[in-house]
């Protein structure tokens, strides 16, 4: 079990980040026109897990609109922005928001992906939800760099996430 904060106050996940050097756990989530997201299917790609509770909040809204910004630059690499929001949100946010360098995936059919990545939380007012964190793999699905962020409300460290896949 790890801990996180929610403005200040100690919240706990489900488990514990992948560690670093590990293989990925594989996942099969859902994308905006229903289809599967799977781990397998970027094979060959470095990746960037962004994982946060809902795009209906202002900081995560503001994590997938800075990877998608910084995402279209690398060779590569996609980044995956992780929620338990519905496909329909996740597409009317991106849609709205011109987003178009990101892949977007809803757990709403997949919950053991937050189990298996020790990203739910277990306790504070977003219960059952998951704890923003970012997770970086290697080409070959190896973790390379996670970092669950101190505090939900805060942005994830993106220059570290993506100087990590470089390095």
């Not at 590569?76 to 849609?95: H, M």
Request: charged share 20%.
């Amino acid at each position: 079990m790890a801990t996180t904060a929610l403005r200040g106050n100690e919240v706990h996940t489900s488990g514990d980040l992948p560690a670093e050097g590990s293989h990925a756990p594989e996942f099969s989530l859902t994308a905006q026109d229903l289809s599967p997201v799977d781990l397998a299917s970027f094979s060959g790609n470095k990746v960037v897990l962004n994982v946060f509770p809902s795009i209906d909040t202002p900081t995560c809204a503001t994590s997938v609109r800075t990877f998608n910004e910084k995402a279209a630059g690398l060779d590569d690499t996609k980044v995956i922005c992780i929620s338990a929001d519905l496909p329909f949100a996740l597409g009317r946010f991106c849609g709205a928001e011109g987003i178009d360098n990101v892949v977007t995936a809803s757990t709403f059919r997949s919950p053991n992906f937050g189990d298996d990545y020790g990203l739910v939380m277990v306790d504070g007012p977003l219960a059952g939800l998951m704890a923003r964190a970012v997770i970086t793999l290697d080409a070959d699905g190896n973790v390379v760099h996670t970092e669950l962020v101190s505090d939900i409300a805060s942005e994830p460290d993106y220059d570290a996430a993506l100087e990590s896949l470089t390095s």
